[in-house]
């Protein structure tokens, strides 16, 4: 089953590129639903869902949520919604094989893809924010070598998306390495043409 024909952009960047953090800025100026795969999870294994059972065993022991799972989570609950232009996904697709999936292959709902934001933020950059970002937050466990492990996750299984998304003409980059203010703006100008002409 095909999900509504919402205005759905998928945010693309390494961690610590600013996808949050733009994210809670898009979702107040053009009234879309901010939905990270991560939160969903969280909420539902707090909630001793079914769903969040599973995911728990999987996580517990170290293993990631199979794509059927997160996907049946992700379009559950962005039908749930009555009154939407359409939702900023964050964390999803992961890989291409989710996004093959969202469009309908080996997967029985499609949740379509109207945009591609790819965050563009060098490796230098990324380590010395991720490293700020675990002092800020004491997160002890985010060490020299994970954050690099986070990063060469990203390349291997992410940056792909990006080819994928560039081949349908859906993908529009913008310079990462600028304020919080000049990227929300460079995403402002891409959002307004694109959807002035989507109607």
């Not at 089953?1 to 961690?15: E, H, K, Q, S, T």
């Not at 939905?35 to 170290?62: C, H």
């Not at 990631?64 to 992700?74: I, K, N, Q």
């Not at 900023?88 to 591609?116: C, F, N, S, W």
């Amino acid at each position: 089953m095909i999900m509504r024909d919402y205005f759905n952009i998928v945010l693309l960047g390494a961690p610590g590129s600013g996808k949050g953090t733009q994210a809670n800025l898009l979702k107040q100026r053009y009234h879309l639903e901010h939905v990270s795969t991560g939160d969903l999870y969280r909420k539902e294994i707090a909630s001793g869902s079914p769903i969040g059972t599973m995911a728990k065993r999987f996580i517990d022991n170290g293993h990631l949520c199979p794509d059927e799972l997160t996907l049946d989570l992700l379009y559950h609950h962005c039908t749930s919604f009555k009154n939407v232009r359409g939702f900023l996904l964050d964390g999803v697709p992961r890989t291409l094989e989710q996004a093959k999936m969202m469009e309908g292959i080996g997967y029985h709902h499609i949740i379509p893809v109207k945009l591609a934001i790819y965050i563009e933020v060098d490796e230098k950059e990324i380590v010395d924010r991720l490293a700020k970002r675990a002092i800020l937050l004491k997160r002890t466990d985010d060490t020299h070598h994970v954050i690099l492990q986070r990063i060469l996750n990203y390349e291997n299984q992410t940056k792909p998306l990006i080819a994928h998304y560039s081949a349908q003409n859906k993908l529009m980059k913008v310079n990462g390495l600028q304020s919080v203010e000049e990227v929300f703006l460079n995403i402002c100008e891409i959002l307004d043409r694109i959807m002035s002409t989507a109607g």
